[in-house]
């Protein structure tokens, strides 16, 4: 079942206390320099590239950022005006804490194809991951998600935009 944006907004920050954040996982490779944009909005977010400190950091910039958000946050305002229409990111909430949460995420950069390569994977972009998710096994989103509470990304429907989303309690 698909969530309008209004009960996103709800379910995602409704999640939100007790031990358990808000994030975004914004697509580096959606905005000519999403660091500046991250920064314009917050002074002194909680972001990491996670690209950084990995194989994949010459790429640093296109690549994934995990940034925390609160409720009527700057940053999550723009991210649903201007990063949801360019396909941006995803959502999610964790009861990890930023470090762990971080490589949890970074543990699903790359994956093996079926010829043994390896290959980045692109989970943080939306259209991919409603792809994936429509695909995978119950056991492996249950991999995927691991630690974190929920993932949410939007879909587009013509002009309408909702929100698709699995929760680690649904397993």
Not at 27 to 32: N, P, R, V
Not at 58 to 74: F, M
Not at 130 to 146: C, D, F, N, P, T
């Given at each position: 079942?698909?969530?309008?944006?209004?009960?996103?907004?709800?379910?995602?920050?409704?999640?939100?206390?007790?031990?358990?954040?808000?994030?975004?996982?914004?697509?580096?490779?959606?905005?000519?320099?999403?660091?500046?944009?991250?920064?314009s909005?917050?002074?002194?977010?909680t972001?990491?590239?996670?690209?950084?400190?990995?194989?994949y950091?010459?790429?640093?910039?296109?690549?994934?950022?995990?940034?925390?958000?609160?409720?009527?946050?700057?940053?999550?305002?723009w991210?649903?005006?201007?990063?949801?229409?360019?396909?941006?990111?995803?959502?999610?909430?964790?009861?990890?804490?930023?470090?762990?949460?971080?490589?949890?995420?970074?543990s699903?950069?790359?994956?093996?194809?079926?010829?043994?390569n390896?290959?980045?994977?692109?989970?943080?972009?939306?259209?991919?991951c409603?792809?994936?998710?429509?695909?995978?096994?119950?056991?492996?989103?249950?991999?995927?998600?691991?630690e974190?509470?929920?993932?949410?990304?939007?879909?587009?429907?013509?002009?309408d935009?909702?929100?698709?989303?699995?929760?680690?309690?649904?397993?």
């Open positions: 079942m698909l969530l309008s944006t209004e009960d996103f907004t709800k379910e995602l920050f409704g999640r939100t206390g007790g031990g358990i954040s808000a994030y975004l996982l914004l697509d580096g490779a959606q905005f000519e320099n999403l660091p500046a944009i991250i920064y909005y917050d002074e002194q977010p972001v990491t590239a996670l690209f950084a400190g990995t194989y950091e010459p790429a640093v910039k296109a690549g994934p950022y995990l940034v925390h958000v609160a409720k009527e946050n700057a940053l999550f305002n991210f649903m005006q201007e990063g949801v229409k360019a396909h941006a990111g995803i959502a999610l909430t964790s009861r990890l804490d930023f470090a762990a949460s971080c490589e949890h995420l970074r699903w950069l790359e994956v093996t194809l079926p010829n043994y390896l290959a980045i994977f692109r989970y943080y972009d939306p259209v991919v409603s792809r994936i998710m429509q695909s995978m096994s119950a056991a492996e989103k249950k991999a995927l998600i691991g974190l509470e929920a993932m949410y990304w939007p879909v587009h429907q013509d002009e935009i909702q929100w698709d989303y699995f929760h680690r309690d649904s397993l």
